[in-house]
């Protein structure tokens, strides 16, 4: 589910391993296992190892997998929390952060009244 550029995991989503979260994501994504080696520069038989939890990727391996799949590396082995921003979101809000702090403080203002016109609208 993603809400504001967040995915939401399920529970059963959270205790998967890096192999069933990987397959998720790329199939999610409409992905081959063969594209995705292509946009993470890995064999396609080696990413298909990967997701059957046959081999265990290197620190930097699973780093290519995570840019290529657009999630965090710690959501992939694991660690993530239960939202994980996509890349987008990602740099926004670095942008944002990099912002004087009088247009970050107008910013997210603007962006918490949106958030609340959006609810009341919901209701």
Do not use: H
Request: aromatic share 6%.
């Amino acid at each position: 589910m993603q809400i504001l550029g967040y995915s939401i995991l399920k529970t059963e989503e959270y205790c998967m391993n890096f192999g069933e979260k990987m397959t998720l994501i790329r199939k999610q994504k409409k992905l081959s296992q063969a594209e995705l080696g292509k946009r993470s520069g890995i064999n396609g038989d080696i990413v298909g190892k990967y997701e059957r939890n046959e081999m265990k990727p290197s620190i930097e391996t699973a780093k290519k997998l995570a840019d290529a799949l657009e999630v965090s590396l710690d959501y992939l082995v694991g660690d993530g929390d239960l939202k994980i921003l996509d890349k987008k979101t990602l740099k926004r809000l670095e942008d944002i952060e990099n912002l004087p702090d009088e247009d970050r403080t107008n910013i997210f203002y603007t962006i918490d009244n949106l958030i609340k016109a959006a609810k009341l609208k919901a209701i």
